[in-house]
Nanobody, 117 residues
């Protein structure tokens, strides 16, 4: 089992920045990929960014150039730096941990990001 706890969400004005953190505990050694997803009201959950154990990253088109995913392996923590935030970035952001070979996914409870003036 892997437990994930997100933090860092909140209210920010358009153009502002936030950094989300996801602290992992438990059987973290079994995880191959960490990622951030988001779900806006009335919409499906979508991938924001992901990072492999080797450090390879992947971004949704809407996040390229604005969002940066990173990880601190010593702290079992993954970060999402979000800059130039837009109202359409408003959503609950979820941390995900995946064991690709076993097809297992773990999710945090989410943290709300609201972009509004």
């Amino acid at each position: 089992q892997v437990q994930l706890v997100e933090s860092g969400g909140g209210l920010v004005q358009p153009g502002g920045s936030l950094r989300l953190s996801c602290a992992a505990s438990g059987s973290f050694f079994s995880i191959n990929v960490m990622g951030w997803y988001r779900q806006a009201p009335g919409k499906q959950r979508e991938l924001v960014a992901s990072i492999t154990n080797a450090g390879s990253t992947n971004y949704a088109d809407f996040g390229k150039g604005r969002f940066t995913i990173s990880r601190d392996n010593a702290k079992n923590t993954v970060y999402l730096q979000m800059n130039s935030l837009k109202p359409e970035d408003t959503a609950v952001y979820y941390c995900n941990a995946r064991n690709v070979f076993k097809g297992m996914d773990y999710w945090g409870k989410g943290t709300l990001v609201t972009v509004s003036s």
